[in-house]
Structures are given as structure tokens and as C-alpha cells.
């Protein structure tokens, strides 16, 4: 038997003791000395974590006129139950913001989840901030104290300046068939192009709902004529936008990628949502699930130089794949070709070559780019694009990130027609591959609405990773997961994805069945030359709890606990508690096998996929003569404990005629 972890104390009474804290006054009243050290810069609370400004950390600031976030502090709260009940938890935080208001503490702003026990707080000036977090520091109440840098502030003059509104529409009907001949090149490259006629010819199918999260970049209101009535749905909730010295075009473009008239999925109702700070980033993500929405693009990322670890917004991803089945796709970044090192090994250059933060997600699909010259004359020949990141920390190398790589050019359709020059006719970026992939996974769910939604993430990363076409380039990287480190499983192939539907199993792993093969799989025919693939893949449970354990304490982390309009049967464990109970890992050790029947009747293995730290296998083999293959799935190592929900693993297979 495998050691039981020891349970957690009962959980404390919710105390608040507001009256009782002392306000602290004149010594602890200065932010920062003539050096700029600012009063967070000594870690004097373990309760306290500081990290920098979303507008800095995902935008390149010198494009942004005002880096202004209002002093943003995020807290997170200690309530006395373990309940997702949206209704209680959104009354247990404006309880709490009213008792703070009969408070001698300055602040100008406040919001709250709906969600989570989680509210934040914005300020006039860093003075009033310091003031409010050390005079909170004894709220028993308040679980973490998260401080976002607003060092440009003080630097800055002048006042906010909004963005321009009233962008004349480039109505050269040019442009518009520039733009969608690009968009055909890209879908013809994953091999989409049959289905949007499919789509027209079946008006009465089930539309689908897809969703965009984007960055600062308002969309353009003068594109609404690309979406039908009530196909698309806006909450932008970036107030006081900055200026920036560019037309913003991100948002726009990514949407008319993603669906639409002339988008990937057009059949898709678009949910697009817009963030500047914390707050609207974890009020977006919450508008999304309110309204359903089970497949997010993320066209942004972290453009800090140094890499940033997995942290309790990528563990929210998480739990949120694995309990209600959202499929999120993030762009991998766009600066692997822009490291530039000093004499002492570390990188001076303004970009960042990482896959990191939220990305980091494990159940979340991470879409490189391809070159710009790519066709689809000669897939398995077409080369990632230099920019396209592939880089991840090193407890994460075996991890399948990226998962796929696709299409990055687009034409930009929001060109400004008197703009001289070519500088903006056409963008590339892994922020136009990722709503490609995005849309194909929104379509196939319309033809298999039949999975799941604990098995939905798995299977469709399963389907991605068995039918993308291969790479065919000598002297790559491939890691021991069978994924290669630039291209992942290579070219996603919508048509082949639909092939592979038939091919797929469903299986459960748990503590019971360590050490044994959990799975064996029908033989199939292949023929000599033809390809093989077979892909493994399975969620992180992120903490998921068969029984609630509401006397128990689940530490300073146990807040997240979505509450999706649904009845919750499952609670959630906190990140440090779950790896401790898993072992220190974060996922189960599952590994793939692919036999073939000799010629004296007896199945051998020919090809394994056995990574120690990955939740997805993959194992693409070529035959060397025409013979009955199968699959088989052995669990090596469980991170199942004791009242946790059993791993939902996905297995499929493809053969394909590549050469």
C-alpha cells in the first residue's frame, strides 16, 4: 500500500476581528527612498507577493503611452466554507468589502468575483496602498496579499488619452479578398477546406460557441458587418484605454481569424472579452464560463524577459479543463529568434523566448508558427518560423508544448489604405496560428458533441496529436514524450482529425491499477510504408476531489473553487496540498506501447512513448512491412490518492500514406 498522506486540521471559525486591527502610521508611511526602493522591496510578510503590472508584463511598453494600473492589490480571501455556490461566495465578498469600508483605509475602487473568494482594490496614489496592506496584514481573513507594480506611474505626467474611436473603414474590396485568399491559403495548409462548403449546405446544424481572450486592443466596431446579427459578443472591459503609438489591430484581426463570416469556424458564435489588469482578465474568464463558452483562444502572453513559472492562474486553467472541459489555446510567442546574451549568459534582449505563465497550464494546448513560406504542396516540408517559442523551464521539457504548429501570416485587413509602405500589409505571428487551431477544434466539436466533458481535453488533444502531419526535416529535436520540440506532433490535418474519432478509447487510471496495463486495444491493418501514429493523453487533475472535504483546511490556495452554473460535486485541493499528495509530481506516469503480430502469432512491441513527466504520449512509427498492429497502455505510476477523481485518459490512432 502506498503511504496515506495525513488529513488537514478542521478548518478555523471565519473570524474577520476588523475593529481590533491596529492602524499603522507615519514610519511605515514612505514608499520609496531617492533609489527607488519601494516599500514591497523588503519581504517582510510572507502573505505578501509582488509581481509586475499586466500592461507591462504583456505588452511591449514603449508602444504604451500611460502604463497606469491604479495601484492594482489583489487579495485573496479566507472564508469559513468550502462551498461553489456562486450565490454565497459573491455575498461573502461584498460582506467583506462592506466591513473594509467602515475602515480608516484610503482606496478609490473596488471589484469582486462572482466565482471566488477573491476581491481587488485600486488606489490614488502608492502611499495609500503601502497603508492599506500593512494595516491588513492581521486580517486573518485575507489568505494573500498580491501586489502588482505600478513603478511607471510616478514617472508619468499628463493624463490618460483614449483611444480614437471613429477608424474609417478601408473599404477597398481588394483588401477584404486579400484577406480571405490569405486566410484560404492557411486552412488549406490544415486541410479545412472542405468544411466550410459542408457548413453552408447544412444551415440547420448547431452553431457552436467559441471564445477570444484578448489584451488591451479594442476591437474595431466598424468590422462588425464580418459577423451575422448576434453572432458576436463583446465584453470589453478595459476602461481609460491607453494611447498607443500604433493602430491596435490584435483584437480585430484575431476575432476575424477565429470566426465569423469569412473566420475558420463560421458557425461559431464569437465571444470576445478584453483585459488590462488582474481583475478583467479573471472577470473575462468568468464571463466565459457563465455563457458556457468551452473552447478560449489566447492570442497573448508574458513579454517579460526572464521566464515566469506556473502560478495559481495557470492552476485555475486547469482545474477548469479537468472539471468542465474548457479547452484553452494559447500562442507559444514570438521571440525565440531574439535571445541575445551578455558576457555572464543572461538575456539583454527585450523579448521574451519562453513558453511560461498561464500557458504553462498543463491541459492547455500551446500553437507554434509556420514559416511564411509555408504551402500545402509539401506540409511535412514546411519549417517553423524562427520567431515561433519553444523553450520552457526545465521541469517542463517533456511536456507537449507546443502541441502544433500552424499558419502564422495573415493578411491585415485593417490596414490603414494611406499608410505608406508594406510595413502592415501582411502580420506574422503565433498570435494568427493560434485562432486556426482554435476554430478546428470548435468545428469538430460540432461533429462529436457526444464527448464528455472530463474526457474532452484529453480526446481533442489526442485527435490534434494523431493526425497532425509530421515534419520531414533532418537533425530535429524530439523529446522522449515522441513530441518534437519545435513543431510538436507537426501540422494539425482537419479531415484526418475526423478519420481518428473512430479510432478512439476512453479509459480510467487510478491507485488500484498501478503497474498494470489498463488498456489493450482491436488490432488494425497496416500496410508496408505507411505511418502510424498513436496518442496518449490525459488531464492533470488539478486537485479534484471525489468528496468534499468541508472540515478540512485547505491552505492559503484552497480559494479557487469555480462555480460554473452547474451542481458541483467535486471540491478542489490547492496546488502545493495536491503535489504533495500526488507525490511532488504533478501528473501520473502512463506509457504507450505499439505492437505487431509476427509471423509466429505473437504481438512484440515495436515502438514505446514512456516520458516520466508528461501527460500526452506520442509514438509515430513506419512500418517496414504490411502487418496487424495494436496499442497498448500500461500505468506505470498513479498520482491518484485517496478521494481523488480518477485520471480520464484519451488513446487514439491514425495510419497514415505520408511519405
Same mark, same amino acid.
Given at each position: ?13 471565519y ?12 514610519s ?30 504583456l ?10 494600473n491604479?495601484?492594482?492589490l ?7 466554507f468550502?462551498?461553489?455556490d456562486?450565490?454565497?461566495?459573491t455575498?461573502?465578498n461584498?460582506?467583506?468589502?462592506e ?19 477573491i476581491v481587488?482594490f485600486?488606489f490614488?496614489?502608492?502611499n ?5 496592506v500593512?494595516?491588513?496584514l492581521?486580517n486573518s ?17 499628463g493624463?490618460?488619452e ?12 481588394n483588401f ?6 490569405s ?6 495548409i ?8 459542408k457548413?453552408?449546405e447544412?444551415?440547420?446544424k ?8 484578448e489584451?488591451l ?11 451575422n446579427e448576434?453572432?458576436?459578443?463583446i ?11 500604433e493602430?491596435?489591430y490584435?483584437?480585430?484581426l ?5 470566426g465569423g463570416?469569412?473566420g ?5 458564435d ?9 481583475a478583467?482578465?479573471?472577470k ?5 464560463a457563465?455563457n ?7 492570442s497573448?502572453g508574458?513579454?517579460l ?8 492562474n495557470?492552476y485555475?486553467l486547469?482545474f ?10 494559447f500562442?507559444?510567442?514570438n521571440?525565440?529568434?531574439k535571445i541575445?546574451?551578455?558576457?555572464f549568459?543572461?538575456n ?6 519562453w513558453?511560461?505563465?498561464r500557458s504553462?497550464?498543463l491541459?492547455?494546448?500551446v500553437v ?8 500545402n ?5 514546411n519549417e ?13 521539457l ?5 502541441l502544433?504548429v ?9 490596414d #490603414? @489604405?494611406?499608410? /505608406? %509602405?508594406?510595413?502592415? +500589409? *501582411?502580420?506574422s =505571428? !503565433?498570435?494568427y496560428?493560434?485562432?486556426?487551431v482554435t476554430g478546428?477544434i ?14 474532452r481535453v484529453?480526446?481533442?488533444?489526442s485527435?490534434l496529436?494523431?493526425s497532425?502531419i ?6 530535429? #529535436? @524530439?523529446k522522449? /514524450? %515522441?513530441?518534437y520540440? +519545435? *513543431?510538436?506532433? =507537426? !501540422? ?10 473512430e ?6 487510471g487510478?491507485k488500484e491499477?498501478?503497474g498494470e ?5 482491436n ?14 493523453s490525459?488531464?492533470?487533475?488539478? %486537485? ?14 484552497w ?6 452554473t452547474?451542481n458541483?460535486?467535486s ?8 503535489k504533495k499528495?500526488q507525490?511532488?509530481?504533478?501528473v501520473s506516469?502512463?506509457?504507450l ?15 514505446r ?9 506520442l509514438?509515430?512509427?513506419?512500418s517496414?512491412e504490411?502487418?496487424y ?12 490518492f ?10 487514439s490512432?491514425?495510419?497514415h500514406n505520408?511519405?
Amino acid at each position: 500500500m502506498v503511504k496515506k498522506f495525513k488529513k488537514f486540521k478542521k478548518f478555523a471559525l471565519y473570524l474577520f476581528g476588523f475593529t481590533s486591527i491596529p492602524l499603522i502610521y507615519s514610519s511605515l508611511f514612505i514608499n520609496w527612498n531617492n533609489n527607488k526602493q519601494y516599500w514591497y522591496s523588503t519581504n517582510f510578510s510572507n502573505k505578501i507577493d509582488v509581481r509586475e503590472s499586466f500592461i507591462k508584463k504583456l505588452n511591449k511598453s514603449s508602444k504604451v503611452e500611460n502604463l497606469d494600473n491604479n495601484f492594482e492589490l489583489k487579495l485573496l480571501l479566507n472564508p469559513d466554507f468550502l462551498d461553489t455556490d456562486s450565490k454565497k461566495i459573491t455575498s461573502f465578498n461584498i460582506d467583506f468589502l462592506e466591513k473594509m469600508k467602515k475602515l480608516d483605509l484610503k482606496y478609490k475602487e473596488t471589484k469582486y468575483s462572482q466565482m471566488l473568494p477573491i476581491v481587488w482594490f485600486y488606489f490614488d496614489t502608492e502611499n495609500d496602498r503601502e497603508f492599506f496592506v500593512k494595516n491588513s496584514l492581521k486580517n486573518s481573513t485575507i489568505s494573500r496579499f498580491i501586489v502588482y507594480k505600478n513603478e511607471e506611474k510616478d514617472e508619468q505626467t499628463g493624463h490618460v488619452e483614449t483611444l480614437d474611436d471613429n477608424n474609417p473603414l478601408n473599404n477597398n474590396d481588394n483588401f477584404h479578398s486579400l484577406f480571405s485568399k490569405s486566410l484560404n491559403e492557411n486552412i488549406s495548409i490544415v486541410n479545412f477546406q472542405k468544411q466550410p462548403a459542408k457548413d453552408s449546405e447544412n444551415q440547420d446544424k448547431v452553431t457552436s460557441k467559441v471564445g477570444a481572450i484578448e489584451f488591451l486592443d479594442k476591437f474595431d466596431s466598424n468590422f462588425n458587418i464580418y459577423f451575422n446579427e448576434n453572432q458576436l459578443n463583446i465584453n470589453d472591459l478595459v476602461s481609460n484605454r491607453p494611447k498607443q503609438a500604433e493602430k491596435p489591430y490584435h483584437s480585430t484581426l484575431v476575432s476575424l481569424i477565429l470566426g465569423g463570416k469569412a473566420g475558420v469556424d463560421k458557425k461559431s458564435d464569437l465571444y470576445l472579452s478584453i483585459f488590462k489588469t488582474d481583475a478583467e482578465w479573471q472577470k473575462a474568464i468568468e464571463w466565459m464560463a457563465t455563457n458556457d463558452v468551452r473552447v478560449i483562444n489566447h492570442s497573448y502572453g508574458n513579454k517579460l524577459v526572464d521566464f515566469k513559472d506556473y502560478n495559481e492562474n495557470a492552476y485555475l486553467l486547469d482545474f477548469l479543463a479537468r472539471k468542465y472541459g474548457v479547452i484553452n489555446v494559447f500562442a507559444a510567442g514570438n521571440g525565440a529568434d531574439k535571445i541575445d546574451k551578455d558576457e555572464f549568459g543572461k538575456n539583454k534582449s527585450d523579448y521574451n523566448p519562453w513558453i511560461d505563465d498561464r500557458s504553462l497550464s498543463l491541459n492547455s494546448i500551446v500553437v507554434g508558427a509556420l514559416d511564411d513560406n509555408s504551402s500545402n504542396s509539401n506540409i511535412p516540408k514546411n519549417e517553423i518560423a524562427p520567431y515561433s517559442n519553444f523553450k520552457t523551464g526545465d521541469q517542463y521539457l517533456q511536456f507537449a508544448k507546443p502541441l502544433l504548429v500552424a499558419p502564422g501570416q495573415i493578411y491585415n485587413v485593417l490596414d #490603414d @489604405k494611406n499608410q /505608406s %509602405g508594406q510595413s502592415k +500589409k *501582411y502580420v506574422s =505571428g !503565433t498570435s494568427y496560428a493560434a485562432p486556426i487551431v482554435t476554430g478546428l477544434i470548435s468545428t469538430l466539436l460540432r461533429e462529436i458533441i457526444f464527448v464528455r466533458d472530463d474526457f474532452r481535453v484529453p480526446a481533442i488533444k489526442s485527435l490534434l496529436s494523431v493526425s497532425a502531419i509530421s515534419p520531414n526535416h533532418i537533425d530535429l #529535436d @524530439k523529446k522522449d /514524450s %515522441g513530441y518534437y520540440e +519545435k *513543431y510538436g506532433a =507537426g !501540422t494539425p490535418d482537419f479531415e484526418k482529425m475526423k478519420e481518428a474519432v473512430e479510432n478512439t478509447s476512453y479509459i480510467f487510471g487510478n491507485k488500484e491499477n498501478e503497474g498494470e496495463v489498463i488498456f489493450t486495444g482491436n488490432r488494425f491493418w497496416v500496410n508496408s510504408n505507411e505511418r502510424v501514429k498513436t496518442s496518449l493523453s490525459w488531464n492533470f487533475n488539478a %486537485g479534484l476531489l471525489k468528496n468534499n472535504e468541508k472540515s478540512q483546511n485547505t491552505s492559503s490556495w484552497w480559494w479557487f473553487l469555480p462555480a460554473i452554473t452547474r451542481n458541483v460535486t467535486s471540491d478542489w485541493l490547492p496546488l502545493e496540498a495536491t503535489k504533495k499528495r500526488q507525490g511532488g509530481t504533478f501528473v501520473s506516469d502512463y506509457d504507450l506501447y505499439l505492437q505487431k503480430l509476427n509471423s509466429n502469432g505473437d504481438w512484440v512491441d515495436v515502438a514505446r512513448s514512456n516520458s516520466i513527466l508528461s501527460n500526452d504520449e506520442l509514438i509515430d512509427f513506419k512500418s517496414n512491412e504490411s502487418a496487424y498492429y495494436r496499442i497498448y497502455v500500461k500505468n506505470y505510476r498513479s498520482s491518484v490518492f485517496e478521494n481523488s477523481e480518477d485520471d480520464r485518459l484519451v488513446v487514439s490512432y491514425l495510419v497514415h500514406n505520408e511519405n
